[in-house]
């Protein structure tokens, strides 16, 4: 699934455009007792999830927008909403003409900034929610707007809550459940020494944990708040001394609480702002060690900038690079998971080309989940299926909806990007297919797609390198048709954890040049292409990062190269065997090779699926 992390999440498709007149002229009114010209609605959450619980969803409330990234400003007499290439097509189908479609990273297009000072009146007050902003984008826009005569006030009761009313979805208060060591690779306890040396180290008094992968990652406990994403709405505080889950009690189990210790204190969600201003009163002089993405609202409970260290999280870092149990976990799962991708593309071709059944993109996503019932340590699904024929595989994020989704057509080009939970991994998987005869121009964009995701999986550098630098090897074949696509070639993956994680990625974003690709981390390897109104294709594995052997060792340092996990054939119909050089061939014939090794056994010989996979990975 695609990421330009921290972006994206849960997305709901629909081509229908939500009526906003109402909800605006109400946030309007009350605006205007604030005393603010504009009001900032972001996506995230407190916790600034890609995913969010339906009582976070505000900005699509607002909006009538549903894709996962994007932000929404709305003044007296106008409203815009900034999001990224990933949703154009989805934001111009679902806005209404009350808003202005902001196309971020495009030329011409302000930042949410410099649309401000542009149509703000002087000496202007901008509105917003300090628990839903992180102190480094609250930073940025206290500057710019500061600079013209304008404000940034933080107003505690949240406006767009005021206008849901009751029929804001509650807050979710689902029980946690215990990640045991034999999956975890690590203890809680020993991750919580590793922190305390980190902070002594940074000689702060504590350290704030924000983000809910790292709590549950931190505690070796996992929850259900969020769809897909097995978390739960906490914060933690370890100090030299203590160390503090801010959880309902509710949410605590006999079992996790027996998890946990008595070393670890159990406290109620919200008391963690009243705690920190007593806390840090009490530091006089001491720093506690925040991350950039903490909340405002946590920084202003502990008396503003001055009285803290804002650097990268230990955690988000000890999290990323896998241990030996984890690395195990994701080969083992993405196993499993493959043979409930063959049975599902080999069902779904036998109903399509021999039964000449009609079948939607929904009905095919739900069978598909079916077919990952069934087998072993599975949770749920990683993501919302995208699950789309022809021009719907154009939209990169498309989700199908009963009401409104395509039936496949066995004429069309079908994008299928999927991923479970599993108790030992998660994954993500996108294949492209075609059941009928595909085009010339079909055919030549997915072998480019093709030769981008090889030459990624293929890649040898040194230790140092980041993903930023490897992306280029993902694009040279597009670039060379003048074709490309807007959204990143790959993003982190957790452990029965979030599907996206940070801080490693491959991508265009200058962000992912500050993060060197390590030994243990995870990516995705997803290029692809889209053209609108026609068809889509992407194809994605997940890859291990691992140091690898090289004839020399220029620097004296280390050189790394990728372990790909993902074994689900990728259709050769789809090929044109020409343009691939012969090392990129052999490479396909391996890969194909490796598939059938790994997953063959987990199918029953002469099955629809065994023949399929047999069929799918003949050398070419």
């Known amino acids: 699934m695609t990421s330009e992390l921290p972006e994206v999440g849960k997305v709901e498709q629909t081509a229908s455009k939500a009526n906003t007149t109402a909800k605006l002229g109400k946030l309007r009114e009350i605006m205007k007792q604030h005393g603010i010209q504009a009001y900032i609605v972001p996506s995230e959450d407190a916790h600034q999830s890609e995913y969010i619980a339906d009582r976070d969803g505000r900005r699509g409330f607002i909006s009538g927008f549903t894709g996962s990234a994007g932000l929404a400003v709305i003044t007296v007499d106008e409203a815009a909403l900034w999001t990224d290439g990933r949703y154009f097509l989805q934001a111009s189908q679902q806005l209404d003409t009350n808003w202005t479609l902001m196309k971020s990273g495009l030329p011409e297009v302000p930042s949410k900034e410099e649309w401000l000072v542009k149509v703000l009146p002087p000496s202007s007050k901008v509105g917003l929610d300090p628990k839903l902003i992180t102190v480094a984008a609250a930073r940025q826009l206290a500057e710019a707007l500061s600079k013209e005569g304008h404000s940034l006030e933080s107003i505690h009761e949240n406006l767009i809550d005021q206008v849901w009313g009751d029929a804001q979805p509650a807050q979710p208060n689902n029980t946690v459940m215990v990640h045991p060591v034999e999956y975890a690779g690590k203890s809680h306890v020993e991750k919580i020494a590793a922190l305390r ?135 083992q799962c993405h196993i499993r998971d493959a043979a409930a991708l063959c049975e599902f593309f080999a069902w779904l071709e036998k109903e399509l080309v021999e039964n000449k059944a009609v079948i939607s993109e929904v009905e095919a996503a739900d069978k598909l989940e079916g077919f990952r019932q069934k087998q072993k340590d599975f949770i749920g699904l990683s993501f919302d299926t995208i699950s789309g024929s022809g021009p719907n595989g154009a939209i990169i994020h498309y989700k199908p909806e009963p009401e409104t989704c395509a039936k496949i057509d066995v004429n069309a080009m079908y994008l299928c990007d999927s991923g479970a939970q599993y108790r030992d991994g998660t994954t993500d998987v996108t294949r492209t297919l075609h059941f009928g005869s595909p085009t010339a121009d079909e055919i030549e964009a997915f072998t480019r797609v093709l030769k981008g995701h090889i030459q990624i999986d293929m890649a040898v550098f040194p230790k140092g390198t980041t993903g930023y630098i490897l992306d280029v090897l993902s694009r040279m074949s597009l670039w060379k048709a003048g074709l490309d696509f807007r959204h990143g070639t790959g993003h982190g993956v957790g452990s029965f954890l979030n599907v996206h994680e940070g801080p490693q990625g491959i991508g265009q974003r200058i962000a992912y040049n500050d993060i060197p690709l390590e030994a243990g981390m995870t990516v995705t390897n997803e290029p692809g292409y889209y053209h609108d109104g026609h068809f889509g294709i992407r194809i994605e594995n997940v890859l291990l990062t691992r140091e690898v052997s090289t004839k020399h060792r220029f620097g004296d340092r280390p050189y790394f190269g990728f372990e790909c996990v993902t074994v689900v054939p990728i259709q050769t119909k789809l090929v044109d065997v020409k343009l691939l050089t012969p090392e990129e061939r052999e490479w396909l014939n391996s890969y194909h090779k490796f598939c059938w090794e790994k997953v063959s056994p987990l199918l029953t010989e002469g099955s629809d699926a065994y023949e399929w996979l047999k069929r799918e990975t003949k050398q070419v």
């Open 197 to 331: 040396e980190e902070i002594e180290k940074k000689k702060a008094w504590g350290f704030v944990v924000t983000l809910l992968d790292e709590i549950a990652w931190l505690f070796n406990l996992r929850g259900s708040d969020i769809a897909y994403n097995p978390v739960f709405f906490a914060y933690a505080l370890v100090t030299k001394e203590d160390v503090i889950l801010y959880v309902d009690d509710v949410k605590v189990t006999e079992e996790a609480k027996a998890h946990l210790g008595s070393s670890v204190q159990i406290r109620p969600y919200n008391e963690i702002f009243e705690n920190l201003r007593a806390m840090s009163a009490q530091k006089q002089g001491q720093k506690l060690w925040i991350d950039s993405r903490c909340s405002l609202a946590l920084q202003d409970a502990l008396g503003g900038a001055k009285n803290v260290v804002e650097a990268r999280s230990p955690v988000q870092t000890a999290k990323a690079i896998k241990n030996a149990t984890e690395l195990e976990g994701f080969r």
